[in-house]
């Protein structure tokens, strides 16, 4: 099969350009076109996966299909955009059709339920390497940056956290349990917080998508917006899956473990009472930013070499 031929039957599927508020020339071209709407910023940004390095040798190619997309949303979610259109650089060792048929579903569907379509990609031969660069929109000057934390604001996360760290240990199972299926189905099958990310947008300071750890992103917020913070331990959310699997550990997990793309916030106290309830009910307030920078826990500086650093521990085995 040459690469024409592949990207018409795989990838031009994807392309439906009536997904799109903004794209009026998608692959097949030298460039694609998107018209951005007045008063609209574009907000982009590319993300690579290397096989061994950002997921499993071997990996199954609908998970990562899934998988890839929904870690690149995961980005506009951060922000408050809008997804419309992805591009993506594709690098394989080889033309398996299997292979392509089953990474082309699990990318599609993802494609289908985060509203993003195909604008075009590039198809070359070496080692399993995917980069997709992802394109939102977001009225002029709404983006929610990492910069705007200030003294005061509440913490929020959404979701549960530490369960995809936790599904690390069993991705070899053989016939995983009920608790474990479910921490890997978080892991596999990550869900971007889109909608809320932009619910977000009139309500929030500063937000980032936990990738790496809460502490490991949530400071990231503090060093863009010069503030520090103080986390209620007790409160940070976790499922009971974790809790039942981990013990006493399984805090450790929702602390320091990444993968679970939940969303991390930052939002003023007296805006947090006119939330509306049905946002609230996907929120869990964790802490309070400090005008004292560092990180603490339960008042406790959470000092580099334990605490902030300890997601290296749960860095993919693979
Ligand atoms: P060029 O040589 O002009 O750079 P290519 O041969 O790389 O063009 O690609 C031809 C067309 O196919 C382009 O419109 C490109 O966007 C599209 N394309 C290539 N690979 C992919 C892919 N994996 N997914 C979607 N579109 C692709
Ligand atoms: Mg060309």
Not at 72 to 88: H, N, Q, W
Not at 145 to 161: E, H, K, M, N
Request: charged share 20%; aromatic share 6%; with cysteine.
């Amino acid at each position: 099969m040459g690469e024409f031929e592949l990207i018409r039957q795989y990838f031009m599927p994807l392309a439906r350009l009536h997904g799109s508020r903004s794209v009026v020339l998608g692959p097949g071209d030298d460039c694609a076109i998107q018209s951005i709407p007045p008063g609209s910023d574009l907000v982009f940004s590319i993300d690579t996966l290397v096989e061994g390095v950002h997921f499993p040798a071997g990996y199954r190619p609908d998970y990562l299909g899934w998988r890839a997309l929904a870690v690149a949303a995961s980005d506009l979610a951060a922000m408050g955009a809008e997804p419309d259109c992805f591009t993506l650089a594709l690098t394989l060792p080889e033309a398996d059709e299997a292979w392509l048929r089953d990474f082309a579903r699990g990318l599609g569907r993802a494609a289908e339920s985060f509203g993003l379509v195909l604008a075009g990609g590039d198809t070359t031969r070496g080692p399993l390497t995917l980069s997709l660069q992802l394109h939102g929109l977001v009225e002029q000057g709404r983006a929610i940056r990492r910069s705007g934390a200030c003294a005061g604001d509440l913490i929020v996360v959404s979701g549960t956290l530490g369960d995809a760290g936790a599904a690390l240990d069993y991705l070899d199972a053989c016939s995983p349990s009920e608790d474990e299926q479910s921490v890997l189905k978080r892991y596999h099958c990550p869900q971007p917080r889109l909608k809320l990310g932009m619910a977000l947008r009139s309500l929030a300071t500063a937000a980032i998508d936990v990738s790496d750890g809460l502490l490991a992103d949530l400071n990231h917020i503090l060093e863009a917006s010069n503030v520090g913070a103080n986390i209620d331990r007790a409160h940070v959310p976790v499922s009971q899956a974790l809790a039942r699997l981990k013990g006493d550990a399984a805090m450790d997990y929702a602390l320091n473990s990444g993968d679970d793309y939940e969303l991390c916030a930052t939002i003023p106290e007296a805006r947090w009472a006119s939330v509306p309830k049905s946002l609230k009910q996907q929120l869990t307030v964790i802490g309070v930013i400090e005008p004292a920078s560092g990180l603490r826990l339960d008042g406790t500086a959470v000092v580099s070499g334990s605490e902030a650093t300890g997601f290296d521990h749960f860095r993919r085995k693979i």
